[in-house]
């Protein structure tokens, strides 16, 4: 089916461990970004991407990193997990963006707890 | 400092109700967006508003742009347990998206 898919939906590692969680979309959409979610903060962009190959940091990027080697997947690497980094973290992907903008697509989330 | 207040943050009513949930900032936006977000799953797009002033409606659900495009609210007339959730509004802030903390609703049957 076609969509946007976060791999794995659990996730429990140790501190300084890395972690990579992964996302797949089906519809070549451009633009695809990471957010994190936690009680009291809502949502907070990690990182996006405009096309394969263009990165860039949001909002909380400390301790990670991503790459788009393909349109379609859009990795996120905790390269040395802590327990901060504990959270729900979530893949979306857009058309485009601005005033034309038809809305993100959200995965389903990838809940990680760092022990 | 948040650049999208929320509020309520959080709201429990009886099926039949009515109720408004505010998303408000004291930037100006070219659009806003309102998702709904349930346990477990990833937020859902409900709506973009683009026009100062706007007024959009889903089904039992009516969405509104401020005139100064500084505001939106969601009002939902007769809700449903189906409706519970986490509202979260977003705007633009260049190339991404920014979130309010969401109003989580909570309607009993």
């Known amino acids: 089916d076609a969509g946007i898919t976060q791999s794995p939906r659990y996730k429990i590692t140790e501190t300084g461990r890395q972690v990579t969680l992964m996302c797949h979309q089906t519809w070549s959409h451009s633009y695809m970004f990471w957010y994190r979610q936690d009680l009291g903060h809502g949502l907070r962009l990690i990182y996006y991407?405009?096309?394969?190959?263009?990165?860039d940091k949001g909002e909380v990027p400390d301790g990670y990193v991503v790459s788009r080697s393909k349109t379609e997947n859009f990795p996120l690497t905790l390269e040395s997990a802590t327990r901060s980094q504990t959270s729900v973290y979530f893949c979306?992907?857009?058309?485009?963006?601005?005033?034309?903008?038809?809305?993100?697509?959200f995965g389903s989330g990838t809940r990680l707890t760092v022990v | 400092t948040q650049l999208l207040e929320q509020s309520p943050q959080f709201l429990s009513i009886q099926e039949g109700e009515n109720l408004t949930v505010y998303c408000n900032s004291s930037s100006v936006f070219s659009s806003l967006q309102w998702y709904r977000q349930e346990p477990g799953e990833g937020p859902v797009l409900l709506v973009t508003v683009v026009t100062g002033g706007e007024v959009k409606k889903l089904k039992r659900l009516t969405f509104q742009f401020g005139d100064a495009r500084k505001d939106s609210s969601l009002h939902i007339t007769a809700a449903q347990p189906g409706d519970t959730g986490l509202y979260l509004c977003a705007a633009p802030r260049g190339y991404k998206y920014i979130f309010g903390t969401g109003t989580r609703l909570k309607v009993l049957a």
């Open positions: 991407s405009a096309a394969a190959d263009i990165t």
């Open positions: 979306a992907s857009s058309e485009s963006l601005g005033r034309n903008n038809y809305g993100y697509t």
